[in-house]
């Protein structure tokens, strides 16, 4: 069955970096692609941008460019997620999300991480 | 992208029916028929319910429905159990090759 698992929460200081991983099975890790998803305590879901891991493009949207940057390694079908200089406002929980059809975004995620903490204090 | 737009708060009692909208624009809800709707229980990851407007993934009951007309897409709980109680998301792909989530709605089952 198609899993994704997140690894575990964290908290960090403001202006350290932090790399989360979610590693993908169940399905073919280079046909699907894979979202990234920003929750804030308390608040809605905000759509990141995501990784075409066939040809090895990744998509970050407006907001969300300059400190948040998507790789992902396809012989341990793995994508991560790193955000560089964390601020405290960047405290939330982050979801990666497979989307239901092959080699596009069209219809949206459907399997999705278990979700990753990140805390930002001082 | 602006967020598409649901209500803060609906609340039904068990067995009864409640919809849920989400208004957006024609540059997403209106210009493609690709709205899917999450339901996410607290300190959980959201569950994909709906997708393509109004398909079911396998193991969601049919109590689940949706629809859409114009600009807005609706999600309607029927036979409303205690388990339905939760935060429900809408998302649509839009015309800039992206996706945009609503800000969710809280399900109160009386």
């Known amino acids: 069955q198609v899993q994704l698992v997140q690894s575990g ?5 403001p202006g350290a970096s932090v790399k989360v991983s979610c590693k993908a099975s169940g399905y073919s890790f280079t046909t699907h692609r894979l979202s990234w998803v920003r929750q804030v ?3 809605g879901l905000e759509w990141m941008g995501y990784s075409n891991t066939n040809t090895g493009k990744s998509t970050v949207v407006q907001g969300f460019t300059g400190r948040f940057v998507f790789s ?15 601020q405290t406002e960047d405290t939330a929980v982050y979801y990666c999300a497979r989307h239901h059809d092959p080699y596009d975004i069209l219809t949206g995620p459907d399997y999705w991480g278990q979700g990753t903490l990140i805390t930002v204090s001082t | 992208q602006s967020a598409l737009t649901q209500p803060a708060s609906v609340s039904g009692s068990p067995g009864q029916s409640i919809t849920i909208s989400c208004t957006g624009t024609s540059s997403d809800v209106g210009g493609y028929d690709f709205v899917s709707w999450f339901q996410q229980h607290p300190g959980k ?3 994909l319910i709906i997708f393509k407007v109004n398909n ?6 049919d109590r689940f429905s949706g629809s859409k007309s114009g600009t807005t897409a609706s999600l309607t709980i029927s036979g409303l159990q205690a388990d339905d109680e939760a935060v ?5 792909f839009t015309s800039t090759y992206s996706r945009v989530f609503g800000g969710g709605t809280k399900l109160t089952v009386l």
């Open chain 1, 9 to 13: 929460s964290v908290m960090k200081k």
């Open chain 2, 45 to 47: 990851a959201p569950k």
């Open chain 1, 41 to 43: 305590p308390g608040q």
């Open chain 2, 88 to 92: 429900y998301h809408c998302s649509s």
């Open chain 1, 72 to 86: 992902f390694d396809t012989s341990v079908n793995t994508a991560y997620l790193q955000i560089i200089s964390l």
């Open chain 2, 56 to 61: 079911r993934p396998s193991g969601v009951p």
